[in-house]
């Protein structure tokens, strides 16, 4: 029996994670909300009429986490219906979201790159993904949701769930996307983790950690992967690249830019510990499709 205890705890702990990054489509923003802050409601306003000309084009990352003891999804992208052709196409992405917002991003995703696209060609079925970790409720997060709603869970903080629908957000995030997706509302935790020490432990055991990472939105997670002492940060929406937390300039399409700078401070920090692998960023324009292991 020991023999076989210690077999086992071996095999644990030589196994390795993955962390697939996906570009599940792409947006094309006004280059001032790269580092500008500000607030959503004061840059929507401003944005949404930049010409093309003073775009910049940026991918929408989803994450397909190869854990120990199953398939995690962390995002979900555009979904085909808002890209029906692979361009952007306005009157679609009409149909899918609020006007602003398409007018905001102009979205696209080329075809074979939505996430269940590329789960099917990883011969990933939605229902063997253990847990969606929705990092936040807007929309080129959340788009792909129905279309893996079929996984064993849905997580998202009650903090983003409860002030979705409270009026701040309701320019920003489209409830007919996540709604009726029988999602659960979980809440962060003391932890030893994060600026605001709240996190999630996901699996249990702390080696999928959602955590806390206000000032895109008040419930904004990041979620952590760790693997012994070595870790990956997705930082999703916290920052757009390396350049917001080195400069300490929080990226525009915020909700309090206070939190933002508290946040970019904290992921500062744990960028600079060796035992960091990277930290991920959903919007970054130089982060390619590749395979992380840890």
Known sequence: MIK????????????????????CGYIRIAKRLLDNGGRFSTDIAKAMLVPDRERVTLPVSAYLIEHRAGTYLADTGWSRDISPDGVYDFKAACKVLPRHLAMLYHPFVPHGETVREQLDERGVRPEEIKAVLITHFDADHIAGLRSVSSAQRIIVPEDEAYWSVRT?????????????????????RGHLLGPMNLAIDVTGDGSIMMVSLPGHTDGHAGVMVREGRKHVLIAADSA???????????????????????????????????????????HDPD????????
Not at 287 to 294: D, E, K, L, V, W
């Open 287 to 294: 982060m390619q499709p590749q395979t992380i292991t840890i």
């Open 240 to 282: 757009v690249s390396s350049y917001n937390w080195e400069t300490l300039r929080p990226a525009g399409l915020g909700a309090d830019t206070e939190l933002q700078k508290k946040t970019l401070r904290w992921i500062k920090k744990a960028a600079s510990d060796p035992d960091c692998i990277s930290v991920l960023c959903s």
């Open 168 to 188: 701040k957000y309701r320019m920003r995030q489209a409830r007919e996307l996540w709604e009726t997706s029988g999602y659960e509302r979980v809440f962060y």
């Open 4 to 23: 076989a205890r210690n077999a086992v705890r071996k095999l644990y702990n030589q196994s390795t994670m993955k962390i697939h990054v996906l570009h």
